[in-house]
């Protein structure tokens, strides 16, 4: 479900898994109160018998659930404590680049989870599915077992190729809080590799609108690119620059590079064996892995 522009208002959902309520599209929502209250309309969209899923860790997710109005609707948490009903506790990346962390079922242990897919974001969304197809009826042990399969999905981690040891992964973060995410996932998995940050911006509005927190969450990668703003429906106002996104950043390792093709060119000239680039963005950025696998080659 979609909830820029109001467009999860349109469903009726038997079900319905609530990650984060975290302001974003800024050109919708003027304000995170708007934001908040789109998603108390949309609880109410739920089948009033149905099941409402949410993430335990996140406060906005937490707020609307003790705001939630008296129903027949079940309410099921999940997180990475055990205040939450289905929990994920003690992750750790083990040496066959798996992610596992003990699972409990309402305080009760049921053995582990194991993912392919690095970052506590992903563990967390894997215990949302677990929810989920239980209450659709699947045995749990199935359930888990299916979810340490699972590769992944694309423009979600994913990993476009290698050359000369430099490995190449392309996501589909575009939000602050998404970007520190993905940078945490890579930093877990690929200690050792020297880590380029490649992200562009998506559209005018959310970049003026949450400039610091984008700018303050490029920790975790050694080396920063940030390329133009990709504008999607927007018209550039001359309010905000990708150089706005540099200035703001206390990372010591940043640069904005414009165009996509003097990112290629850049990056081809400047990594070495070791390196991984992650690039990031929700517009045209995933054209920039391929064609640096391409240049790596030449």
């Known amino acids: 479900a ?19 309520v ?29 099941l409402i899923v949410s993430c335990a860790d996140d406060s906005g997710a937490e707020q609307l659930r003790l705001e939630r109005p008296l129903s027949d609707r079940r309410w099921i948490t999940y997180g990475l404590t055990l205040a939450a009903d289905i929990a994920g506790l003690n992750p750790s990346m083990m040496l066959n680049q798996q ?46 077992e299916s979810l340490q399969s699972f590769s992944g999905a694309a423009r979600r981690f994913e990993r476009l190729g ?16 998404k970007v520190r995410a993905t940078l945490a996932a890579a930093r877990s998995r ?11 911006p998506h559209t005018y509005s959310r970049t003026r609108s949450l400039l610091q927190p984008l700018a303050d969450s490029f920790g975790d990668a050694n080396r920063v690119v940030v390329t133009d703003i990709y504008a999607a429906r927007e018209v550039d106002d001359s309010t905000i620059h990708a ?15 414009g165009s996509l093709e003097e990112v290629v060119n850049h990056l081809a000239g400047a990594c070495a064996a070791g390196d991984l680039v992650l690039v990031m963005g929700a517009g045209d950025s995933n054209k920039i892995g391929p064609a640096l696998l391409h240049a790596l080659q030449a």
């Open 99 to 144: 992610l596992c962390a003990d699972l409990y079922w309402w305080n009760a242990p049921k053995g582990q989870i194991c993912l392919q897919t690095p970052g506590l974001h992903n563990l967390r969304n894997a215990l949302a599915a677990l929810a989920i197809a239980c209450y659709c009826d699947a045995p749990l042990e199935r359930a888990v």
């Open 190 to 200: 690929y200690p050792q590799r020297r880590i380029w940050a490649v992200v562009q």
């Open 22 to 50: 975290e302001w974003d599209h800024p050109d919708c929502y003027p304000t995170p109160e708007s934001f908040h209250a789109a998603f108390a309309q949309f609880v109410e969209k739920v089948d009033a018998h149905g």
């Open 243 to 257: 150089r706005d996104v540099v200035a703001a950043s206390p990372h010591p390792a940043i640069q904005h590079i």
């Open 162 to 177: 290698e050359v000369n040891d430099i490995l190449v992964i392309d996501d589909y973060a575009h939000n602050p809080t």
């Open 2 to 20: 979609d909830e820029y522009d109001h467009m999860f208002l349109g469903l009726n959902p038997t079900a319905a898994v609530i990650t984060n």
